[in-house]
């Protein structure tokens, strides 16, 4: 079954053609309801296994979940010039243009033709968004800071509580 997808804005560059069996998201036989209020792990998989790119256009972002879980499986990118974005397509993990349709669609049509290139890096660097990975490195960060044997203050949310630390014993003052 082929499901096209229409978006209202940039349409020149954003109908997508799905090819897909599953019935889960489908309202009519050729429409994906996007209107839910939460899609569940296995329906966003699904989405994102029946694409080819994550199409970011945001207009103001510090940071974009959308964009890593499109990494994870394995899309790259094309999404506005900010410089979040910048940052991983620098790394050969997409591509950033101005937010324009005719931009989106060059985008679009530069990934197309280095796609493999674009996937192999994806491939590398979803490697490093292992959860094993991210855990020993927090571990090893945390281990660093405490062997810095350099005081730490944390101050709690309460401001009457106050933990400080100088590795040889812990004060809590209230």
């Given amino acids: 079954m082929d499901i096209t997808i229409h978006t209202t804005t940039m349409d020149t560059i954003m109908d997508i053609t799905i090819h897909t069996t599953t019935t889960d998201i489908i309202t009519d036989n050729s429409i994906i309801d996007l209107q839910k209020d939460f899609l569940d792990e296995e329906n966003l998989s699904f989405l994102f296994y029946a694409a ?31 410089g979040f974005f910048k940052e991983f397509s620098s790394k050969g993990l997409g591509l950033t243009v101005k937010r324009e349709p005719d931009a989106f ?26 959860w094993d990975l991210i855990a020993t490195q927090h571990s090893t960060l945390y281990e ?6 350099r005081a730490i203050v944390i101050r709690a949310p309460n401001p009457k509580v106050t933990v400080e630390t100088d590795h040889t014993n812990t004060q809590k003052r209230i």
């Fill in 52 to 82: 080819d790119a994550t199409i970011l256009p945001y207009t103001v972002t510090s940071s974009s979940g959308v964009m890593f879980d499109g990494l994870a499986h394995g899309l790259p990118f094309v999404a506005t010039d900010l």
């Fill in 105 to 130: 669609a060059n985008g679009l049509r530069t990934l197309a033709n280095d796609y493999d290139t674009y996937v192999r890096e994806v491939n590398k660097f979803k490697e490093k968004l292992k």
């Fill in 144 to 149: 660093q800071v405490l062997k810095a044997k």
